[in-house]
């Protein structure tokens, strides 16, 4: 391995949401680098075939499914991280779930259910693993995926946005706290990805036009890219770096993109 394949050689990692989209990538990337990844997702039967594809391409991880709205499952995944690789040096959260319906028609069950797991599942891994991190007196990271929806909602998405906002508030104020030990805690904010989360609109040939139409990059990323920042951030090269949204949106949240094809010139605009 060279230096940067191995950034993470020794170090014990949790991710949730891993069984696949981009929790996926991020194990299968900690993994390429040497961590010792621990897995954790409630889909035991994906998360079982990911931990083999993984496995099978040399890489070292446990799958222990659970859910993160249990504060056991988390404290399980953290526990049996520390006694595979004796010690955690990074946490993930990629865990979260999303229904889109009209702003009066949001009902309790809804609304509980998307908090719990997206912000409730937020807390208890930054927490979790925040204690056992001081316990031991790790120097750790801790990353956050939150969404563009929580500084630019979407109409229809009351529960997601508002858990997406939550989760930079934690983010923020664990950074302020956890510092003091030094452990960084960071966030990023992607944009559409290619993942099942989105396929309600990847796959809707209009409303896949619409989405294309406000993203300067014109196209959706794939998992993979949303992996590598987090790697960036949870590693030394980011050393300076915690209290930190870092938006990956292909520049769909830098403005009003011009309208049509960005290449062609438009009416009245000299370039």
């Known amino acids: 391995?060279?230096?940067?394949?191995?950034?993470?050689?020794?170090?014990?990692?949790?991710?949730?949401?891993?069984?696949?989209?981009?929790?996926?990538?991020?194990?299968?990337a900690f993994a390429a680098e040497g961590a010792g990844v621990v897995m954790l997702d409630n889909e035991a039967d994906v998360l079982g075939q990911t931990a083999e594809a993984i496995r099978g391409s040399g890489g070292a991880v446990e799958a222990v499914v659970g859910d993160v709205s249990r504060r056991e499952d988390v404290r399980?995944?953290?526990?049996?991280?520390?006694?595979?690789?004796?010690?955690?040096?990074?946490?993930?959260?990629?865990?979260?779930?999303?229904?889109?319906?009209?702003?009066?028609?949001?009902?309790?069950?809804?609304?509980?259910?998307?908090?719990?797991?997206?912000?409730?599942?937020?807390?208890?891994?930054?927490?979790?693993?925040?204690?056992?991190?001081?316990?031991?007196?790790?120097?750790?990271?801790?990353?956050?995926?939150?969404?563009?929806?929580?500084?630019?909602?979407?109409?229809?998405?009351?529960?997601?946005?508002?858990?997406?906002?939550?989760?930079?508030?934690?983010?923020?104020?664990?950074?302020?706290?956890?510092?003091?030990?030094?452990?960084r805690v960071n966030a990023l904010s992607p944009g559409i990805i290619n993942t099942r989360l989105s396929a309600f609109v990847i796959n809707n040939p209009e409303a896949r036009k619409v989405m294309l139409d406000r993203i300067p990059i014109g196209r959706f990323a794939e998992p993979e890219e949303m992996a590598r920042p987090i790697l960036w951030m949870c590693s030394d090269d980011a050393s300076y770096l915690s209290?930190?949204?870092?938006?990956?949106?292909?520049?769909?949240?830098?403005?009003?993109?011009?309208?049509?094809?960005?290449d062609v010139p438009m009416p009245g605009v000299v370039r």
């Not at 999303?98 to 409730?120: C, H, K, Q, Y």
């Not at 693993?129 to 969404?147: C, E, L």
């Not at 929806?149 to 529960?159: I, R």
């Open 243 to 262: 209290g930190e949204l870092l938006v990956v949106d292909g520049a769909m949240t830098a403005g009003i993109p011009e309208p049509g094809t960005l």
């Open 76 to 183: 399980k995944a953290v526990e049996l991280a520390i006694a595979k690789s004796g010690h955690l040096d990074v946490a993930v959260q990629v865990a979260g779930i999303a229904d889109f319906i009209p702003f009066l028609e949001v009902t309790d069950a809804s609304w509980d259910r998307i908090l719990d797991v997206n912000l409730r599942g937020t807390w208890y891994l930054v927490q979790e693993a925040g204690r056992a991190m001081v316990r031991q007196g790790i120097h750790g990271a801790i990353a956050i995926t939150a969404s563009t929806n929580a500084f630019q909602p979407e109409a229809g998405g009351l529960c997601y946005n508002t858990s997406k906002s939550g989760q930079v508030a934690v983010m923020h104020t664990a950074a302020l706290e956890l510092i003091r030990h030094g452990i």
């Open 1 to 28: 391995m060279s230096t940067t394949e191995a950034r993470f050689a020794d170090k014990g990692v949790v991710v949730t949401g891993a069984a696949q989209g981009i929790g996926r990538a991020v194990a299968k």
